[in-house]
């Protein structure tokens, strides 16, 4: 009987299935930092989604440049991209490359001070430069800043990002940005896969966030955030369930630190957010994020039946043996034979398909996140 009583089911079952676990998320494109990551994925009540490069494609084009003084458009795309040389954030990298397309030769930025995910600010050949969201420029600078994004352009994923010169406001340049194909879709199926909060946490304005998040439905929009409100968003949050936050952004890492599953864009995204994740989407695709959950809660749900089923055959084989019905020798052949068991069944794990739509090469398409990430994050 003390033979058949060995713990091997309960110490086999779990991680086998979890370890699987891991890998057929990896298949697609979800990096699972580790087992237990993978539990905490499995049991999400509420999303925490950042809007730039995550909700939203990350490609906004710039669309209008409105300057407030003498320079001009060519000017104010000169400064601006040369200060933004020293910041990762996803509109900044735009700018630059706008600027670099167009042949612009960009000075090395000095005395560069750093706002995450709000602006920077520096120095360009002697001038005193600004450049970020338009409350950070107008609290710098005397001028009047654009706050309604709607008068200078019709699409309602836009972002205004303002210039300031020596202290004065000098322009404004307009970037949209638009949803990522199939978002409302995607959300239903979270909700679906048992979320019952989504909420969208951003730093840009109020009136761009409540254009973008209007059709989608969410339980609450907050905009306007800096990188530490962010992070006591998540933690509120967290009396309503397990959290997950996504983010791709240098200013999400700390939210994604603190919340129980942090998620990262790593096709893409900035180096510290995937650092600071557990998980990492290595294709820039956020049905990816539903994938993960499915297989998360596969693997769990298979980890519990070999648990339940190897001890209900260990007692029942101890039952058996305490009867006289069977030898030592047989208990511990019995024994052998329910952990071969308990490990199939973990290992069907490796098995879990995700019933997520459009899924089609999923094999090609995530052999190509893998690379996309490796080498963004390299």
């Avoid at 322009?171 to 194909?181: E, I, P, Q, T």
């Avoid at 530490?228 to 240098?250: A, I």
């Amino acid at each position: 009987m003390l033979v058949v009583a060995t713990p091997c089911p309960l110490i086999l079952a779990v991680p086998v299935a979890l370890v699987a676990g891991l890998s057929r998320a990896t298949h697609f494109g979800v990096l699972v930092k580790g087992a237990a990551p993978l539990e905490a994925l499995a049991g999400i009540r509420t999303l925490i989604l950042d809007k730039t490069g995550t909700l939203t494609d990350g490609q906004p084009r710039i669309v209008s440049t409105q300057s407030h003084g003498n320079l001009s458009g060519d000017d104010m795309l000169f400064l601006a991209a040369a200060m933004d040389q020293a910041s990762k954030h996803p509109i900044a990298q735009v700018i630059v490359a706008v600027a670099r397309d167009r042949g612009l030769v960009l000075p090395v930025p000095a005395d560069v001070v750093e706002t995450a995910g709000e602006g920077v600010a520096g120095t360009i050949n002697g001038q005193a430069v600004l450049v970020g969201s338009p409350g950070f420029v107008a609290a710098r600078t005397s001028g009047n800043v654009v706050n309604d994004v709607s008068r200078v352009s019709g699409d309602p994923g836009s972002v205004v990002v303002a210039l300031g010169v020596d202290g004065l406001l000098a322009g404004h340049f307009v970037l949209a940005d638009s949803l990522r194909s199939g978002t409302a879709t995607l959300l239903a199926g979270l909700r679906k896969a048992g979320i019952q909060r989504i909420i969208l946490a951003t730093g840009d304005r109020r009136v761009v966030a409540d254009a973008v998040s209007g059709t989608l439905g969410l339980d609450g929009v907050h905009a306007d955030l800096t990188p530490d409100q962010k992070v006591s968003l998540v933690l509120s949050e967290r009396s309503h369930g397990t959290v997950m936050m996504v983010g791709d952004g240098v200013n999400d890492a700390p939210a994604l630190a603190s919340a129980d599953v942090g998620v990262a864009m790593g096709a893409r995204g900035a180096a510290a957010s995937v650092e600071a994740a557990d998980v990492v989407l290595l294709v820039d695709r956020l049905d990816r994020l539903l994938s993960g959950i499915e297989v998360a809660r596969g693997a769990h749900r298979i980890a519990l039946q070999s648990v339940v089923a190897g001890l209900g055959l260990s007692v029942a084989g101890m039952v058996v043996a305490a009867l006289g019905y069977i030898t030592p020798v047989q208990g511990a052949l019995l024994q052998e034979v329910i952990d071969i068991a308990v490990i199939l069944n973990a290992l069907r794990a490796l098995r879990i398909n995700p019933q997520v739509a459009g899924q089609t090469d999923l094999r090609q398409t995530a052999d190509q996140g893998l690379r996309d990430g490796i080498a963004g994050t390299l």
